[in-house]
């Protein structure tokens, strides 16, 4: 006959999988809320700011916590530096390029939009790095992912036309700088495989060089002086320093990483799809914008694009 211990024993076993799932799964869900609401963040912040101003003031609120993240960790060298081209590079094809290009998207779009425009990401990322990496040949899914991507692009950028219009926007400079920040971001995932991978720095250390980086390279075009504009229109600043900055940014990046150490790249990638339908919903909710049936269609297509992008 066996104990109590004995027979309870296999339940617990069964059921201390659990846990972890269930905190991967709210992480992944928390992150997909918060890359979802930058968009309308970015909205509020530049109607009071320049974009070039946003995108340095995110850099710098958004360093903060990886920064603080990677001391804790112990993970800063002073070696480190003999790979400062390296970290120049990464910082602008992964921030500089991307922040710039979607604070410009976001200004001449509305948020919803946008955010769905984003979920370009990964679809182009699949495309680019078919071409810039023969190893990483275009598979017939793949090329369908990117097929069925496009197509929802198309039908999603020209609902941004007359509400970026009545707003003094041009839904062609949102659209090409949404899909120029995507193209960065693959062109940053290319360098990264090319010169970054062999040299085993890790994904805090080179994220934190990276946005420090970032704010330097941004510093001399940034033109601050904005702080009485943001002292008024409080929204504006908390948008900037929290949503952008702190959370939008810095934040999000530890939770990525954690999600990455927790389930590995390529399921960690799966928030993907989350941002899109977070940002076409708040942007609806918060923001007053107009969600119809073929905006819908388009982001579902986007959505599609993705899934079918990323499979092997």
């Excluded at 992944?28 to 109607?47: C, H």
């Excluded at 080179?206 to 702080?227: D, E, K, N, S």
């Excluded at 708040?282 to 073929?294: F, Y």
Aim: net charge positive; charged share 10%.
């Amino acid at each position: 006959m066996k104990s109590v211990s004995e027979s309870s024993s296999p339940r617990r076993d069964a059921s201390s999988p659990l846990i972890p799932g269930l905190v991967s799964s709210s992480l992944l869900v928390l992150l997909g809320v918060i890359w979802g609401t930058n968009f309308l963040f970015i909205k509020m912040a530049v109607a009071v700011v320049p974009p070039l101003e946003v995108a340095w003031l995110r850099t710098i609120f958004g360093a903060l916590p990886i920064a603080i993240f990677a001391l804790a960790r112990g993970s800063l060298g002073r070696t480190d530096w003999r790979f400062a081209h390296h970290f120049a590079a990464m910082a602008l094809l992964a921030n500089v390029g991307p922040y710039v290009c979607f604070v410009i998207g976001t200004a001449n779009l509305p948020s919803g939009v946008a955010g769905v425009l984003s979920g370009a990401i990964p679809f182009v990322t699949a495309g680019i790095v078919a071409v810039a990496l023969p190893a990483e040949r275009l598979t017939s899914v793949k090329a369908l992912g990117l097929g069925i991507g496009f197509a929802g692009i198309l039908l999603v950028a020209p609902l941004g036309r007359g509400a970026a219009l009545t707003s003094g926007g041009s839904p062609l400079i949102g659209v090409a700088a949404m899909v120029a920040g995507s193209a960065s971001y693959a062109l940053a995932l290319v360098y990264a495989r090319r010169f970054m991978v062999s040299l085993g720095l890790g994904p805090v250390k080179l994220a934190t060089y990276q946005m420090v980086f970032a704010a330097f390279l941004l510093a001399p075009f940034a033109a601050p002086g904005h702080w009485s504009e943001l002292a008024v229109h409080r929204e504006a600043l908390l948008a900037l320093i929290f949503g952008l900055g702190l959370a939008g940014t810095g934040i999000a990046f530890v939770i990525y990483y954690q999600l990455i150490q927790m389930l590995g790249a390529l399921k960690a990638a799966s928030v993907y799809y989350i941002p899109p339908v977070v940002a076409l919903v708040v942007g609806w909710a918060v923001a007053g914008e107009t969600i119809t049936l073929v905006q819908a269609i388009g982001a579902t297509l986007v959505m599609a694009g993705i899934f079918f992008a990323n499979r092997n």
